[in-house]
């Protein structure tokens, strides 16, 4: 830059130059805080997964627990009685 002079100098320096100092540090500050949020959403989405995957296996033992009768008739009733209002809307529905 020392080849440099004049006005065009001075305005780099003044208005580009100078400005990147307190730029830099806080686009890294900024870099850094979106790392930790989707670091911070990753762990959310994973957890998320786990959770339907565990639905998903508990709905799949209580069909299986019903389809061997291990459940009392109390029980089967109260399916069946959960499961007739869904049966009945799909069949109006048609």
Known sequence: MDSWAGAFKNNLIDHFVTS?????????????LTR??????????????????GLLENGVEATKALSQSACSSDDLFKWGGSAAPVGDRCSHAA
């Open 36 to 53: 930790k949020q989707l670091k911070c959403t990753e762990v959310i989405y994973i957890r998320f997964r786990q959770s339907v995957l």
């Open 20 to 32: 990147l100092q307190n730029t830099l540090p806080n686009e890294r500050e900024l870099a850094r």
